[in-house]
């Protein structure tokens, strides 16, 4: 009796494993995602959703839900209150909730019993009035910078010739 019980939590738990769970399609909440584009993992995140009291830190490949207590239906807002120096895109998705998207996060018209997911995604942002190169910036500006070394070298070399002949 217990082998059989046994072997189909086992059968239950590998199916779960190899197939593609959503623990949001699952279970009706709200879930947050934490990304950085950059594989930063170590920077957290603070986050408020105006219906929880306290304040969330995640770091990128974390989750927070919240579904418990049953949400109701109503307007709700997740702001994420990021560290300086990055650039924040929301994106999120719901069978029957809609969403508008807000300085520092979304205002999201929820329906009770929907299973909502937004992805909070960051890359770090442009210095602001700093200039920002290109990656290939010295391949194209490295022979200009060799011929000018040259011409001056060439300068230098006709001064001093010029001075010993005089």
Known sequence: MWSARLFVVALLGVILAVSSFNPVAA??????????????????????????PWPVQLKSGM?????????????????ELGPA?????????GAESTFTYIPGGVR????????????FTNSPAAPVGGV???ANTLALVAPWIAVIGLVGCISTAVVVAKKRRA
């Open 63 to 79: 989750h927070a839900v919240w579904f418990s207590p049953p949400l109701a239906s109503g307007v709700y807002t997740v702001k």
């Open 132 to 134: 920002v190169m290109p």
């Open 85 to 93: 120096g990055w650039a924040l895109r929301v994106d999120c998705v």
């Open 108 to 119: 999201i018209t929820y329906v009770a019993q929907d299973a909502v997911s937004c992805t």
């Open 27 to 52: 279970v009706s909440g709200i879930w947050i995602e934490k990304v950085t584009t950059n594989g930063d993992t170590t920077t957290s995140f603070v986050f408020e959703a105006s219906w929880w």
